[in-house]
């Protein structure tokens, strides 16, 4: 499975930016896709995920700014971002997880800059 993450860029705080993740098979053929970042110099995270029946998940930073959502005509799942900080600033990557539950490919990632 191929991922192609988009949407990055620069942007003030306070902000936002929609980030994309196309996926090149059914969506629904996946047990989750989720939105992972890694800021320089530190390990990689996950932000918010999404189940194929559309069961969220965010981590404490990205709840009531970020929202995870998925477009199964278009096999694209989304991140909106808003209220960006300076320390969002990050490239964000999506991940595929299986229907066993095991970590697929990382698509490229997006940078996303934050400035304050």
């Known amino acids: 499975v191929q991922l192609q993450a988009s949407g990055g860029g620069l942007v003030q705080a306070g902000g936002s930016l929609r980030l994309s993740c196309e996926v090149s098979?059914?969506?629904?053929?996946?047990?989750?896709l989720g939105w992972h970042r890694q800021a320089p110099g530190k390990q990689r995270e996950l932000v918010a995920s999404i189940s194929s029946s559309g069961t969220t998940y965010y981590e404490d930073f990205a709840e009531g700014r970020f929202t995870v959502s998925a477009d199964n005509a278009k096999n694209t799942v989304y991140l909106q971002m808003n209220n960006l900080k300076p320390e969002d600033t990050a490239v964000y990557y999506c991940?595929?997880?299986?229907?066993?539950?095991?970590?697929?490919?990382w698509g490229q990632g997006t940078l996303v800059t934050v400035s304050s």
């Open positions: 991940l595929a997880v299986s229907l066993t539950g095991t970590p697929m490919n």
């Open positions: 098979r059914d969506i629904n053929s996946f047990n989750s």
